[in-house]
Antibody
Framework: EVQLVESGGGLVQPGGSLRLSCVAS????????MSWVRQAPGKGLEWVSV????????YYADSVKGQFTISRDNSKNTLYLQMDSLRAEDTAVYYC???????????????WGQGTLVTVSS | DIQMTQSPSTLSASVGDRVTITCRAS??????LAWYQQKPGKAPKLLIY???SLESGVPSRFSGSGSGTEFTLTISSLQPDDFATYYC?????????FGQGTKVEIK
């Protein structure tokens, strides 16, 4: 059974940093691209970033480019999202999602974690 | 960038109704479209991929159709478990764009 468990969310002041983690199980982690998707309170879904199975390729939404860094540790079956210079508009539930392929090129999301809430506020 | 627009934003329906949700792309996306269901406080769940392929385990009352710029998600007979918000998603070329969502409410 595929499981994705996020952690690391919480309350952070504007300008602060936070690192989210997503531990995966139930599939060969290194074979699949992984992604982060966020959802602001009461709003829709917004894709944030994707990383290939090998970790060699990364892509970001324009809204977070230069601010967030996605990475993975395939030896630990863990996906990360380093979030810097956080702003109020980054407040959201952050979901990790498994894609259906190794590089994400034509892949959709077949499994999602339960999400972790990030609140940026003073 | 490709924009995805869903209609309606909210839909009121009764158990047993046939429900159709439309998703339009700002330019042709071939069949690179998925549909997700999300219930309050829960993660999205994949229903349909490649516009019309039913994900394993999803009830057959859900179906998807369309190609190019216009797509539909149809629920043939609405069940109590189907009251939720539905999102379409374009996926291709390292780009993922969601529609704004359609909330299906109890009439």
């Amino acid at each position: 059974e595929v499981q994705l468990v996020e952690s690391g969310g919480g309350l952070v002041q504007p300008g602060g940093s936070l690192r989210l983690s997503c531990v995966a199980s139930g599939f060969t982690f290194s074979s699949y691209a992984m992604s982060w998707v966020r959802q602001a309170p009461g709003k829709g879904l917004e894709w944030v970033s994707v990383i290939s199975g090998s970790g060699g390729s990364t892509y970001y939404a324009d809204s977070v480019k230069g601010q967030f860094t996605i990475s993975r540790d395939n030896s630990k079956n863990t996906l990360y999202l380093q979030m810097d210079s956080l702003r109020a508009e980054d407040t959201a539930v952050y979901y990790c999602a498994k894609t259906t392929g190794g590089d994400g090129y034509k892949d959709y999301f077949d499994y999602w974690g339960q999400g972790t809430l990030v609140t940026v506020s003073s | 960038d490709i924009q995805m627009t869903q209609s309606p934003s909210t839909l009121s329906a009764s158990v047993g109704d046939r429900v159709t949700i439309t998703c339009r792309a700002s330019q042709s996306i071939s069949s690179w479209l998925a549909w997700y269901q999300q219930k309050p406080g829960k993660a999205p769940k994949l229903l349909i991929y490649k516009a019309s392929s039913l994900e394993s385990g999803v009830p057959s009352r859900f179906s998807g159709s369309g190609s190019g710029t216009e797509f539909t998600l149809t629920i043939s007979s609405l069940q109590p478990d189907d009251f939720a918000t539905y999102y379409c998603q374009y996926y291709n070329n390292y780009s993922w764009t969601f529609g704004q969502g359609t909330k299906v409410e109890i009439k």
